[in-house]
T-cell receptor, first 111, second 110 residues
Framework: EAQVTQNPRYLITVTGKKLTVTCSQN?????MSWYRQDPGLGLRQIYY???????DKGDVPEGYKVSRKEKRNFPLILESPSPNQTSLYFC??????????FGPGTRLTVL | RKEVEQDPGPFNVPEGATVAFNCTYS??????FFWYRQDCRKEPKLLMS???SGNEDGRFTAQLNRASQYISLLIRDSKLSDSATYLC???????????FGRGTSLIVHP
């Protein structure tokens, strides 16, 4: 089954404790992205990757890091999480720049 | 002016009704347009792409009006299962960053 998986699905953590949210896709897509969704603000892109070892900033990259060492994986790293990073996070992949397939989401709470 | 604007709704319609949403965009160089559907607390799912010539898929019709810079989504014969938030997505020419609207909420009642 073609899918994008994310782990963990739910996470409660404390300020400053480094965390990683994993994202994996089995569709051999070149493009992968990370978004955050906040009430009243809609989906905003954090980072995207056009292929292995190629990443670039989206609209709201501050406080986040990503890596793309393998085509199927695109982890999101929060080196020092803060409460304003409490959000619903989605990973997405696509064969082209468009028509994205989203993962199920990760609900992160930073206390 | 926000880049992509949608009426948040909710649009509250009875089963069988026809309902239409619009989405306006500010970047006249935008080249790619999409409608996504998002159920509560779930991931967005692509509903349909919007082409210059329009696009129809069953009960759903999407149109693009470049002169007035908006796209529309028409849903005919609404079903209870159509209840969701509909997201408009626009991507500018040469940009890899799509801009999502905040979504329009649709509630279809019996």
């Amino acid at each position: 089954e073609a899918q994008v998986t994310q782990n963990p699905r739910y996470l409660i953590t404390v300020t400053g404790k480094k965390l990683t949210v994993t994202c994996s896709q089995n569709m051999n897509h070149e493009y992968m992205s990370w978004y955050r969704q906040d009430p009243g603000l809609g989906l905003r892109q954090i980072y995207y990757s056009m292929n292995v070892e190629v990443t670039d900033k989206g609209d709201v990259p501050e406080g986040y890091k990503v890596s793309r060492k393998e085509k199927r994986n695109f982890p999101l790293i929060l080196e020092s999480p803060s409460p304003n990073q409490t959000s619903l996070y989605f990973c997405a992949s696509s064969r082209t720049r468009d028509e994205q397939f989203f993962g199920p989401g990760t609900r992160l709470t930073v206390l | 002016r926000k880049e992509v604007e949608q009426d948040p709704g909710p649009f509250n319609v009875p089963e069988g009704a026809t309902v239409a949403f619009n989405c306006t965009y500010s970047n006249s160089a935008s080249q790619s347009f999409f409608w996504y559907r998002q159920d509560c607390r779930k991931e967005p799912k692509l509903l349909m792409s919007v082409y210059s010539s329009g696009n129809e898929d069953g009960r759903f019709t999407a149109q693009l009006n470049r002169a007035s810079q908006y796209i529309s989504l028409l849903i005919r014969d609404s079903k209870l299962s159509d209840s969701a938030t509909y997201l408009c997505v626009v991507r500018g020419g040469g940009s890899y960053i799509p801009t999502f609207g905040r979504g329009t909420s649709l509630i279809v009642h019996p």
